[in-house]
Structure formats: C-alpha cells, structure tokens
C-alpha cells in the first residue's frame, strides 16, 4: 500500500472550517482523507505552523522551500516521492495515487471533524 504525506503552508486547522471565511478546497481535502482513513487507508498531513520540525526533517521539503518558497506548498507525497506542489490533489489524482475508486473516497456524506483553533476572539492566527 502506498505511503501519502502531505505538507500544508502554515494554516490555522487543516479542515479550513475556521477563522472568518471558509475554504472548501480544505474542507473537500479532508472529507477525502477522512473516507481513505475509513478504508485504512493513511495519509498523513503536516502543518507548518504547527510542526515545523517535520519540514526541517524532510530534506526535499527543505529543498522545495529553499528554492521556491512557501508559495511552493502544499507539497504531496507518494512513495517518498513528490507528486504535486502548489497545490492539493484533485480527487481523481487521490484515488489514481493509492488505487482506489474515485467514487469511495469522494465526499458524499462524510462529516469532518472540526477542531477548534486556539487562536483567539478574532478568528485564526
């Protein structure tokens, strides 16, 4: 079974359900990662804001942000290798990734957990 890591720009949460305005690309990334999650699927996601060291552990990420920037993330991997930078995978590029149908990992019903952000009465960070 394929290995997926996903390395976000710095956000507040990566539901995009927080702060003043809503992000359904976010919400659409994680609904998917939910439904693969359910079919023991794991894909593991990174934040930078709120862990940095995993940026600075990965030397191709160090790399990718040396020379491009942070504009350069999100950055997915598969296989430790780097599949798509400067943005997230489409669903059809999920389910192509790990082998799966595109139809079992689309967000139908599947309801995302929501975690509160601590960033304060203004919204998020």
Known sequence: MSKMEIYDPAMCCSTGVCGPSVNPELIRVAAVIENLKKMGIVVTRHNLSSEPQAYTKNSAIQQELNSKGVKVLPITFVDGKI?????YLTNQEFADFL??????????????KVTKCNCGPKGCC
């Open 99 to 112: 082998g799966v149908k595109v139809e079992s990992i689309q967000s139908q019903s599947t309801k995302v």
């Open 83 to 87: 599949v798509k930078r400067g943005g």
